[in-house]
């Protein structure tokens, strides 16, 4: 093989690695983001459909703020299998490509260098280590200056504001 081919895939190997080790510890960041949402129903009807949907989700109180109308709730992240699975598969990919392109570079008929890919299962543990957590969710909710309509302030990931706008069909402000 050309002796130019060979580096430059080297180097382009060791930029996909490096992609791979920030989308494994992208992977496990926190999301927090604040948005206010827009219901029909009164404050009064709302608060119960509330309740019940973060209650479903396995949240509970932990601070209420009466003067505010705010209510915060801690609830337990569990981290996804498939996402775990997911990556130690794209890091086994990645190993096994780095492993390959150092043997043809470097000439070595060891199987030693192969023992990398060894440390693909690393990824999967590092993600299910960081990514189940300790979430809080803080709502205020008012009522609008009409009587048929509440403004709801979410402070949450935002994957679950995402599942409390389609579950209750809240609209964005």
Known sequence: MDTAILPSTLVLTLLMSVGLIFFIRA???????????????PEASLMPQLKEYFRARSYRVAAVD????????TGFVKPS??????????ATVGFTSLSL????????KSFLLYGIVLLSPLSGIFYWNKAGRVENVSLAVEDT????SSKIT????????????????????
């Open 27 to 41: 992977s496990t960041k926190e999301r927090t983001e604040t948005a206010q949402l827009v219901s029909q129903l």
């Open 66 to 73: 009466p003067q505010q109308n705010k209510v915060t709730m």
């Open 81 to 90: 299998w498939f996402l775990a699975i997911f990556l130690t598969i794209l």
């Open 101 to 108: 392109v150092l043997s043809m570079l470097f000439s070595i």
């Open 145 to 148: 200056d009409s009587e048929q």
């Open 154 to 173: 979410v402070i949450a990931h935002r994957d679950e504001i995402i599942s409390l706008e389609e579950a209750l069909r809240l609209k964005r402000v």
